[in-house]
């Protein structure tokens, strides 16, 4: 017998690999998953009940007062959508309200996403005295309830004279203990600590470090923290009510007007709630893609 016959495998017997378990599952890992009916049932019915707020807004948005008011509640869409955007619009001053909403959303979600990368690459990657401490401080002032800092920091943005102005709703948002953790938390494990040594080795400094390695590394998780950021800072009232008025007012601060009256106008203040969360809706359909896509790639290199 030959040295190629002795080496050779013997008809019919079994590759001793197709019998260590799970081995053929390895084998069909590429192929794609499709999903069953039991799974399209559920998610349709997730998809309709998450959408039922928004459909109900739209719905008494195109009615009136007195049709709201009746029971059972009307199921279908109206006939006075535009005339109440129209009256909600002017009543609310939502022009002025929609550019400064627009302004602070953006400052705080730039500066929330920038210091908080910066902090959680320090707080991840670089060694200095009372890291650990200054890191239990910073996650500790997320148990203080926000309400306890609204009459000192009022008193502090008066001192500024700072009242009834933009910057008393930014300054204080412009740093989020919470976006500090979320990226150290995604920095420890997305960014090897090889490269950035790897870039220190070929001269890079520590701007060019943060530029050119931290920064790509953390993408994903930027944009969410980012997107975040800016549903929170659109939507936040009590700060935003108490540090501006109605001349120079957010989006929720005008929403807040609507309710006033001996009898509020529901059908104009649904159609105002819907004008205030349109932006929102358009953003995630522009961005939408670019966020899931990084989402999944930090998925993938995780």
């Given at each position: ?41 559920v ?11 928004l ?45 400064n ?5 953006g ?84 960014l ?23 920064f ?29 008025n ?57």
């Amino acid at each position: 017998m030959t040295t190629t016959e002795l080496t050779a495998p013997q008809a019919g017997a079994k590759d001793p690999e197709d019998r260590v378990p799970g081995r053929r599952r390895i084998l069909g890992a590429g192929k794609q998953l499709h999903a069953g009916p039991v799974t399209y049932l559920v998610l349709t019915v997730l998809a309709l009940v998450s959408l039922a707020p928004l459909v109900w807004t739209a719905v008494a948005a195109s009615r009136n007062n007195e049709r709201l008011a009746q029971s059972p509640p009307p199921l279908w869409f109206g006939g006075n959508l535009f005339k109440n955007l129209q009256a909600a619009w002017e009543q609310a001053g939502l022009g002025t309200a929609m550019v400064n909403s627009t302004i602070v959303a953006g400052t705080i979600t730039v500066g929330t996403v920038v210091f908080s990368t910066l902090a959680g690459f320090a707080f991840a990657k670089l060694r200095f005295r009372f890291s650990g401490l200054l890191l239990v401080l910073t996650i500790g002032t997320m148990m203080i309830p926000p309400q306890l800092a609204v009459v000192p920091l009022y008193l502090w943005m008066s001192d500024l004279g700072w009242s009834n102005q933009l910057q008393t709703v930014i300054l204080p948002t412009l740093v989020s203990a919470f976006g500090t953790f979320f990226m150290r938390q995604y920095l420890v494990q997305a960014l090897p600590t090889e490269l950035i040594e790897a870039a220190r080795v070929d001269g890079a400094s520590s701007l060019r470090v943060v530029w050119h390695v931290v920064f790509p590394a953390a993408r994903p998780a930027m944009a969410v923290l980012g997107l975040l950021t800016f549903v929170m800072a659109w939507n936040d009232f009590l700060w935003p009510i108490i540090a501006l008025n109605q001349q120079n007012p957010t989006v929720q601060v005008a929403l807040n007007s609507l309710g006033t009256g001996y009898i509020p106008d529901q059908a104009v203040i649904m159609a105002g709630a819907l004008l205030g969360t349109l932006p929102l809706l358009i953003a995630f359909l522009l961005f939408g893609k670019q966020i899931v896509g990084g989402i999944m790639q930090g998925a993938i290199k995780g």
